[in-house]
Nanobody
Framework: QVQLVESGGGLVQAGGSLRLSCAAS????????MGWFCQAPGKEREFVAA???????LCADSVKGRFTISRDNAKNTVYLQMNNLRPEDTAVYYC????????????????WGQGTQVTVSS
């Protein structure tokens, strides 16, 4: 079992930055693929980025060059650094974990956090 708790969301102006954190409890954190997804009102949950220690990093095209996913296995934490934020980035951001390889498909992730709201004003 893995429990995930996100933090770091908030209100920011367009062009600004935020860093989301996801703290994981449980053992073998380094063995998990960790991912970030976002869900805007009325839309489906969308893949943002994922990382596995042996499989590199996978990012959605819409965030390449702006968002960076990283992890600190010693702290059981995964981060999402979000730069040059746009109003269309406004969503609830969820952290997720899977024992599988990096994937952009939400249904392959077994564990989810409660989400953190990111709002970008124009």
């Amino acid at each position: 079992q893995v429990q995930l708790v996100e933090s770091g969301g908030g209100l920011v102006q367009a062009g600004g930055s935020l860093r989301l954190s996801c703290a994981a409890s449980g053992q073998s954190f380094s063995s998990y693929t960790m991912g970030w997804f976002c869900q805007a009102p009325g839309k489906e949950r969308e893949f943002v980025a994922a990382t596995m220690w042996s499989d590199g990093v996978l990012c959605a095209d819409s965030v390449k060059g702006r968002f960076t996913i990283s992890r600190d296995n010693a702290k059981n934490t995964v981060y999402l650094q979000m730069n040059n934020l746009r109003p269309e980035d406004t969503a609830v951001y969820y952290c997720a974990a899977t024992m599988g390889r990096t994937s952009r498909y939400a249904q392959l992730y077994e564990y989810w956090g409660q989400g953190t709201q990111v709002t970008v004003s124009s």
